[in-house]
C-alpha cells in the first residue's frame, strides 16, 4: 500500500518544485533563485521553477504545463500556508490529471520569510523545509477525497437579530431551520431598544415583524429556552441534541390570551422582570415583554407559590381552563436534530460596570448602564418610555460616558464599535424626552458607518456637550451648592488642558460589549475556537469571515466580535448563504486524512479500540484485528501513534511521510 | 572566539491552535528565531513517542511539540494522550544520553502569536545553552517496515 512506487508504475518518481514570489513577501528575503537551484539538486527532482505569484492564472498554467511536459508524478509548491492554497494547487494538480494528494504544500511564507529577520537563515530554513517536503511526498499515495451525501437542514444557535435573519433567509430558500434560543423569547438585545442609531427607526418596528415572520413561517422550527447539550457528527451529517427546559406551561397548547398571568393569586407584578434588568416587576407567571416570541407564558419555579408550597389556589390552572396548558411537572426534554450545516449566532454580552467602582455603578443609584436606559426609554418598558431618577423626579442635567470597559489595558483593549453611536442616539432621546443639558464625555468619537458621522453632527446642532477626556471619578461629594445632592463627574478636559467637575443628576455608562460568559463553553460543544479576548474565530479575517475551522459550522453577529446592527445582518446573510451553498449540494467532499488498518500487521492487541475518541474501531473477533468504521474517523491520528505495529495509519500522515519529513528537514545536502 | 552553536529544531504542531498560530505569527509579521523547522499534524494525540524519537535521531538537539489547549482539543482529547506520551518519554530520554528538556510540550492557542514567539524564542535559547545533542545510543526505534522503504529507495 504504502512506498513510492505505488503511483509510479515502476518507474522512478519525477518532482517538480514551483517556489512563489508572493511578490516581495517571499522574495524579498528569501533568495528564490538560489532556492530554485538547491531544490534540482535534490533527488528525483524532474524540475523546478519560480513565478512571481504561483496562484494566479499563469502560474497555474506553467505547472499544469510542466507536468504535461516532464511528465511529473509529484508535485511541491512552496508559497503560503497550506490554510490559504492548497486547495487552489491541488485542483491544479488534477487538471493535470495527477491525484490531487500526490502533492505537498511547503509554507515558507507564515513559517519563514514573514518571521525571519536575516535573509540567509530565510533562505537556508526554506531550503530546509522543500528538502524535507521533497522526502515526504515521495510515500504519498493516490487517494479520493471522501464523500458522503449531505442531510437537509440547518440549527441556528441564538435567536438575536443575527439568528432571526439567517434563519429567514434559509427558510425562504425551501432550507428546514431549528432555531434555538436559550432565553424565554427571540429578539436578543435588540429586542430591548427603544429606538436604533443612526436612523432612530424604533427597533420593535423593524424587529417585531421579523420575529413574528419566524413564527410563523413553515420552514422555520423556534425551540425557545433551549439549549444546545451535544453536537457531533461532521460536516453535512451533524446530529444535534437540545434541551428544551420546562416552562410550566405547555407551548402547543397555550394561544396567548394571558388570562392565567391575569388570574394569577399575586394581583400585582411583585419580582424584577430580568429582562427589564430588574427595573421593572413580573409575576411569578409572566411573558418577559408583550412582543416576545413564541407568545407564551412560563412560571418561574422560584416564585411561584404552587412550587413553593404546594398550596396555592391555581388561579392560572382554572383561568386555562378546558385548555389545559399548564402543567406542573413538566420536566426537561431532549429533542435531537440531524442537519448538515449549523449557525453560532450567540450574540454577547455588556460589561459589568461594577467591575470600575470609581464610577459609582451599583453605589449611586442614579447611575444607569446604557442597557438599562434603553429600558428606561422603550414605551413598552417598565416605566412606559419615561426616564425619570429614582425620587421620580424628571433629570434636569444627563451625563453619558462613553467607553467604560473599553478600550482599557485593564479592562478589554478592544473598541466596542456600537457604544460611541448608541451613546449619541441615547443623548438624543434624553434630551428629547426630559429636556435634560446632556453631556457626553468621550475619548475619540468613532462614526464610521454609513450615516453616522452626519449623525453626529446633528447631535453637535441639537445643542449636546462634547467634553473630550477620560472622566476619572463620579462621586456625590459637593464642594459648591450647585453640587449638593447631586453627582460630580471629575475629568480631565483634554481640549482645554483643564480639569473640570461637572454636576448631573444622572450618570448613564455606556458599556461596551464582550464575550458572552459561557463563550469557552460554546466554543467546546461546537468544536471551534476563540480568538483574543474570547470572541468566536473565523476561519480568516479577511477571506472567510463567517466560516469556522470546522468545516459546515458558521458565524453570525456579535459573537465573532463587537458590531452594530447593519453589520450583524449582513454578516447573518453571508452565514446563511455558505450554509445554503453547503446544504444544496446533494454530497460533500470530506478531506481523506482518515485512518485505516494494515490487517498483515494488526496483532488483535486492541489499544486503537479504546482511543478512539468516535468510537470509529471495532475489534473483529473472527479475524482478530481492529477495523475501521471509516465514516465515523475525523483524521485525528491517535489510533495511528498508539499502535505498536505500525498497523493503524493516517493517510496523509502516514509513518513513512512523517519520518521522511522530518528527516528531511534536519540532515542531508545544502 | 568560537561561532555560537546554532541548534537544530523540530517543532512538531497540531493543525487546529499551535500551527494556526504559528501561521499567525507570520501574519502579524512577528520575528523570532530562524532554528525550528515545523512539521504539521493534525493532532497533537498524533504524535508517537518513536516520531520524536526520530527527530533526536536524524539531528535534532530539541523538539517542541504543540497542542491546543486543555479542552480545546479539535478531537476531543488527543492533547492530553499527547501529554500523557511526552511524560512518559521525558523519563526515557535519560537512557538515550537526551536530556529531558530538549523535549518540550506547549499548549499554544490559535491566537496566541505572541506566545508562540516567545515559546519558540525561549525554546531555542535553552537548546542552544545546552549545546549540541551528542547521542551515545541513537535509539533505533523506527518500525522496520519503514526502515527497509526509507534505505531502499531513499538513501540509495
Ligand atoms: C446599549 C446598547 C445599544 C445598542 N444600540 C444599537 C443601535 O441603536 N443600533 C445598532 O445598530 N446597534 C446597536 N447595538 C448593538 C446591537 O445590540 C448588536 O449589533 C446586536 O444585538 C447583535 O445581534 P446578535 O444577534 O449578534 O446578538 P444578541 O442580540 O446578543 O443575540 C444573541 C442571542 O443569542 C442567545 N444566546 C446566547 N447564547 C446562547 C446559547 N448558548 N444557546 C442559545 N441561545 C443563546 C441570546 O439569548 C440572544 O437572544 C447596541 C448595543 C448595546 C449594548
Ligand atoms: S487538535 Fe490540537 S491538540 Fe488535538
Redo the contacts between chains.
Keep these: 500500500m504504502s512506498g513510492f512506487n505505488s503511483s509510479t508504475n515502476g518507474h522512478p518518481p519525477r518532482i517538480g518544485v514551483f517556489i512563489c514570489h508572493c511578490g516581495t513577501n517571499i522574495a524579498g528575503k528569501v533568495n528564490v533563485p538560489e532556492v530554485v537551484e538547491f531544490a534540482r539538486t535534490l533527488p528525483f527532482v524532474a524540475v523546478a521553477k519560480e513565478y512571481k505569484y504561483m496562484c494566479s492564472d499563469p502560474g497555474q498554467e506553467m505547472i499544469k504545463h510542466d507536468i504535461q511536459q516532464y511528465g511529473l508524478t509529484r508535485l511541491l509548491v512552496a508559497a503560503c500556508s497550506p490554510h490559504i492554497h492548497e486547495e487552489t494547487f491541488r485542483k491544479v494538480a488534477s487538471e493535470a490529471s495527477i491525484n490531487p494528494f500526490l502533492f505537498q504544500m511547503v509554507n515558507i511564507r507564515e513559517l519563514v520569510s514573514w518571521v525571519t529577520e536575516d535573509g540567509h537563515e530565510a533562505t537556508e530554513k526554506a531550503k530546509a523545509m522543500i528538502r524535507a517536503a521533497a522526502k515526504r511526498v515521495l510515500f504519498h499515495d493516490e487517494l479520493e477525497p471522501k464523500k458522503y451525501p449531505v442531510k437537509p437542514g440547518v440549527v441556528v444557535v441564538g435567536g438575536g437579530i443575527a439568528g432571526i435573519h439567517a434563519a429567514l433567509v434559509m427558510a425562504d430558500a425551501g432550507e428546514r431551520v431549528y432555531l434555538v434560543e436559550r432565553e424565554p423569547s427571540i429578539g436578543g438585545h435588540m429586542a430591548m431598544f427603544d429606538k436604533t442609531f443612526p436612523t432612530l427607526d424604533c427597533a420593535a418596528c423593524i424587529l417585531t415583524p421579523k420575529m413574528t415572520t419566524v413564527r410563523r413561517h413553515p420552514n422555520i422550527t423556534v425551540l425557545s429556552y433551549s439549549e444546545v447539550v451535544e453536537v457531533s457528527g461532521f460536516v453535512g451529517n451533524f446530529k444535534v441534541k437540545v434541551k428544551k427546559k420546562p416552562r410550566y406551561v405547555v407551548e402547543e397548547k397555550c394561544v396567548g390570551c394571558y388570562e392565567c398571568i391575569e388570574a394569577c393569586v399575586f394581583k400585582e407584578p411583585r419580582f424584577p422582570n430580568e429582562f427589564d434588568l430588574g427595573l421593572g416587576k413580573r409575576k411569578p407567571i409572566y411573558v418577559p415583554f408583550p412582543q416576545a416570541v413564541p407568545p407564551v407564558p412560563m412560571i418561574d419555579p422560584e416564585t411561584c407559590i404552587q412550587f413553593r408550597t404546594g398550596k396555592c389556589p391555581k388561579g392560572c390552572v382554572n383561568a386555562c381552563g378546558d385548555r389545559d396548558g399548564i402543567d406542573f411537572d413538566q420536566k426537561d426534554e431532549i429533542v435531537e436534530l440531524e442537519v448538515g450545516g449549523i449557525i453560532v449566532a450567540t450574540g454577547f454580552d455588556t460589561f459589568d460596570a461594577s467591575r470600575l467602582p470609581y464610577y459609582g455603578y451599583g453605589i449611586y443609584p442614579n447611575v444607569y448602564t446604557g442597557l438599562e436606559v434603553e429600558r428606561l426609554l422603550n414605551a413598552s418598558g417598565p416605566t412606559g418610555g419615561e426616564v425619570l431618577l429614582r425620587n421620580g423626579q424628571k433629570p434636569q442635567s444627563v451625563g453619558i460616558i462613553h467607553c467604560v470597559g473599553s478600550r482599557d489595558e485593564n479592562t478589554n483593549r478592544w473598541c466596542s464599535r456600537v457604544c460611541c453611536m448608541y451613546s449619541l442616539k441615547l443623548a438624543h432621546l434624553m434630551k428629547e424626552r426630559t429636556g435634560a443639558e446632556v453631556y457626553n464625555f468621550y475619548i475619540d468619537i468613532r462614526a464610521p458607518g454609513k450615516g453616522y458621522e452626519e449623525f453626529y453632527d446633528r447631535l453637535l446642532q441639537e445643542g449636546v456637550h462634547f467634553i473630550r477626556g477620560k472622566v476619572a471619578e463620579v462621586s456625590d461629594w459637593a464642594m459648591t451648592p450647585d453640587e449638593e445632592n447631586r453627582l460630580v463627574i471629575r475629568v480631565e478636559d483634554t481640549l482645554i488642558g483643564m480639569v473640570r467637575r461637572i454636576p448631573v443628576d444622572m450618570v448613564i455608562l455606556s458599556v461596551g460589549l464582550e464575550p458572552q460568559r459561557d463563550a469557552q463553553e460554546v466554543t467546546k460543544l461546537f468544536n471551534i475556537s476563540c480568538s483574543t479576548g474570547n470572541w468566536f474565530m473565523e476561519r480568516h479575517p479577511k477571506l472567510a469571515p463567517v466560516s469556522t475551522m470546522s468545516a459546515g459550522i458558521y458565524l453570525a453577529g456579535a459573537c465573532q466580535g463587537p458590531k452594530d446592527i447593519p453589520d450583524t445582518v449582513a454578516q447573518a446573510g453571508a452565514a446563511a448563504a455558505e450554509v445554503l451553498a453547503l446544504t444544496h449540494k446533494s454530497v460533500i467532499e470530506v478531506e481523506p486524512n482518515t485512518a485505516f488498518i494494515d490487517e498483515r500487521y494488526c496483532s488483535g492487541c486492541q489499544i486503537c479500540v479504546g482511543l478512539c475518541p468516535y468510537s470509529a474501531i471495532y475489534y473483529d473477533e473472527e479475524k482478530k484485528v481492529a477495523v475501521l468504521n471509516e465514516p465515523l474517523c475525523l483524521g485525528c491520528g491517535v489510533c495511528a501513534a498508539a499502535c505498536p505495529s505500525g498497523a493503524a495509519q493516517q493517510h496523509l500522515f502516514q509513518d513513512e511521510q512523517l519520518y521522511a519529513e522530518i528527516e528531511g528537514a534536519l540532515v542531508g545536502v545544502g | 572566539m568560537d561561532e555560537q552553536f546554532e541548534p537544530?529544531l523540530?517543532g512538531i504542531l497540531c493543525n487546529?491552535?499551535s500551527y494556526?498560530a504559528?501561521?499567525l505569527?507570520?501574519?502579524s509579521?512577528?520575528?523570532?528565531a530562524?532554528n525550528i523547522?515545523?512539521?504539521?499534524?493534525?493532532?497533537s494525540?498524533?504524535?508517537?513517542s518513536q516520531?520524536i524519537l526520530?527527530?533526536f535521531r536524524?539531528?535534532?538537539d530539541g523538539v517542541l511539540i504543540g497542542g491546543c489547549n486543555p479542552?480545546?482539543c479539535?478531537?476531543?482529547?488527543?492533547n492530553y494522550?499527547a501529554l500523557r506520551?511526552v511524560t512518559l518519554l521525558k523519563q526515557m530520554l535519560p537512557q538515550f544520553g537526551i536530556e529531558p528538556e530538549r523535549l518540550r510540550l506547549d499548549w499554544i492557542?490559535?491566537?496566541c502569536a505572541e506566545e508562540m514567539r516567545k515559546t519558540v524564542e525561549g525554546f531555542t535559547a535553552q537548546i542552544r545553552n545546552l549545546g549540541p545533542l551528542r547521542l551515545q545510543t541513537p535509539p533505533l526505534l523506527?518500525?522496520i517496515?519503514?526502515e527497509m522503504?526509507?534505505s531502499r529507495?531513499?538513501e540509495a
Excluded: F, N
Excluded at chain 2, 29 to 32: G, L, N, S
Design positions: 537544530k523540530i487546529w491552535c494556526m504559528a501561521d505569527v507570520g501574519t509579521r512577528i520575528r523570532y530562524p523547522r515545523i512539521i504539521r499534524v493534525m493532532c494525540g498524533r504524535i508517537e516520531l526520530w527527530a536524524s539531528g535534532a479542552g480545546d479539535h478531537y476531543q482529547e488527543g494522550k506520551r492557542c490559535a491566537s523506527k518500525p517496515k519503514i522503504e526509507v529507495h531513499v
